[in-house]
T-cell receptor, first 111, second 112 residues
Framework: QQPVQSPQAVILREGEDAVINCSSS?????VHWYRQKHGEAPVFLMILLKGGEQKGHDKISASFNEKKQQSSLYLTASQLSYSGTYFC????????????FGSGTQLTVLP | EAQVTQNPRYLITVTGKKLTVTCSQN?????MSWYRQDPGLGLRQIYY???????DKGDVPEGYKVSRKEKRNFPLILESPSPNQTSLYFC???????????FGEGSRLTVL
């Protein structure tokens, strides 16, 4: 079951903040976040495990709300290099590493 | 250098002509997986493998086969390609303990 990402696209100015959401109708074991720049392979950002945790590095952080089966990716004071398509991937509880990705959120940061 | 290598990177073929896309990783990862990427649909998992001789279907396995005879290799086989298999394919691998996927550069396949 593919997770639902929102918004589908967002345009920001440098320095602005953004939030990307990922939700599932089924119980999740983990949520993965990846960023893909045009013409390149996806690159890992972070994994969050059930238990309701929060993670971050630099100005990109994420949370996982186990009760709502929802994760949010927070991009703070965005930089031009943050542009790309962000994908969340979800593992269902008991699914043994079957990772299903959402359809992606296209983020454009303008100078 | 730690990497996932896919070949070929680009391929144009005709309907029904069997082809194999190879994938090799040099990081001793247990887990390997194949995805296809189509506009608006994101990355869809085709097959995955958690170890040698262990493979499982992902969300879109129809028309594909895989094998995992060695830990480092995970080839994707299209026995009789059809135009709806025209797509960008990614192979990825990870350690089971961490789950962080490392992706290959992608293979763009066109089936005429």
């Amino acid at each position: 079951q593919q997770p639902v990402q929102s918004p589908q696209a967002v345009i920001l100015r440098e320095g602005e903040d953004a939030v990307i959401n990922c939700s599932s109708s089924k119980a999740l074991y983990s949520v993965h976040w990846y960023r893909q720049k045009h013409g390149e392979a996806p690159v890992f950002l972070m994994i969050l495990l059930k238990g309701g945790e929060q993670k971050g590095h630099d100005k990109i952080s994420a949370s996982f709300n186990e009760k709502k089966q929802q994760s949010s990716l927070y991009l703070t004071a965005s930089q031009l290099s943050y542009s790309g398509t962000y994908f969340c991937g979800t593992e269902l509880s008991g699914s043994a590493r079957q990772l299903t990705f959402g359809s992606g959120t296209q983020l454009t940061v303008l100078p | 250098e730690a990497q996932v290598t896919q070949n070929p990177r680009y391929l144009i073929t005709v309907t029904g002509k069997k082809l194999t896309v190879t994938c090799s990783q040099n990081m001793n990862h247990e887990y390997m997986s194949w995805y296809r990427q189509d506009p608006g649909l994101g990355l869809r998992q085709i097959y995955y493998s958690m170890n040698v001789e262990v493979t499982d279907k992902g969300d879109v396995p129809e028309g594909y086969k895989v094998s995992r005879k060695e830990k480092r290799n995970f080839p994707l086989i299209l026995e009789s390609p059809s135009p709806n298999q025209t797509s960008l394919y990614f192979c990825a691998s990870s350690k089971l303990a961490t789950g962080e996927l490392f992706f290959g550069e992608g293979s763009r396949l066109t089936v005429l």
